[in-house]
């Protein structure tokens, strides 16, 4: 049960902070000209990049901690107001993680590959992603929590390839309308996310300072 509880609770999460649909729509005006060999291509590279980077962070998470001396409220109250931040742009309809100009798109459009820069970093696995990822992890101390953790990352990934692989059919059959709608609940969903991580942090530097204040 509690196995079942935590893969409710982590995985939908994961889902939701990298907001694949909202980027699948960057994503489909920065392949307007590539066939569909390229567009697999490019959506497989841009899952193998999101799982990559979270993996990482997931692992050195506790080492960067100690190293800049982050205490893991203050880090989860800092993520609580970017992930907050970010929900509300999403909900405006919005792409928070990724700024990318005309000039800039353009740009990209004529590199080789967008697959790792911008779709993987930052538009997918971009600061309110790893800050999620990196909470999660210093909260995960048994084994099944950790594998799960692993096994929603995973999972997060390959959703986020099928989205991109079908993102030109989906655009075309539903509209970018949809997908905005669809990116706008995600971005609901970011900003009650944020609130719990920053009621949390609170609570405990609270109950740290002032011990039987909130008993």
């Known amino acids: ?3 079942l509880q935590y893969i409710v609770k982590v995985l939908p999460a994961v889902i939701v902070i990298l ?5 699948a729509l960057i994503f489909v005006s920065l392949t307007q000209s590539d066939d569909r060999g390229e567009l697999i291509q490019k959506s497989r590279r841009t899952a193998l990049t999101v799982v990559a980077t979270l993996l990482v962070f997931m692992f050195l998470g506790q080492l960067i901690f100690e190293l800049f001396h982050i205490t893991l409220d203050a880090f989860r109250i800092a993520g609580g107001i970017l992930l907050f931040g970010m929900g509300m742009s999403m909900i405006r309809g919005q792409h928070p993680q990724s700024k990318i100009t005309e000039k800039e798109r353009a740009e990209v459009v004529y590199q080789e590959d967008i697959s790792i820069i911008p779709m993987g970093i930052p538009v997918l696995s971009g600061p309110g992603s790893i800050a999620t990822i990196m909470v999660f992890r210093s909260h995960a ?3 099944y929590e950790i594998v799960t953790l692993m096994i929603s990352v995973l999972l997060a990934g390959i959703l986020v390839f099928y989205v991109l692989k079908y993102s030109h059919i989906m655009v075309n059959r539903f509209g970018k309308t949809a997908l905005r ?3 706008r609940l995600m971005g609901l ?9 920053i009621i949390s942090g609170v609570t405990a530097v609270l109950s740290g300072a002032f011990p039987g204040l909130l008993s």
Do not use: D, R, Y
Not at 19 to 23: A, C, Q, R, S, T
């Open 189 to 197: 969903l970011v900003v009650t996310m944020a609130v719990q991580f």
């Open 1 to 3: 049960m509690e196995l």
């Open 181 to 183: 709608i669809i990116s």
């Open 141 to 143: 101390v048994q084994t």
């Open 19 to 23: 907001n694949p649909f909202g980027g």
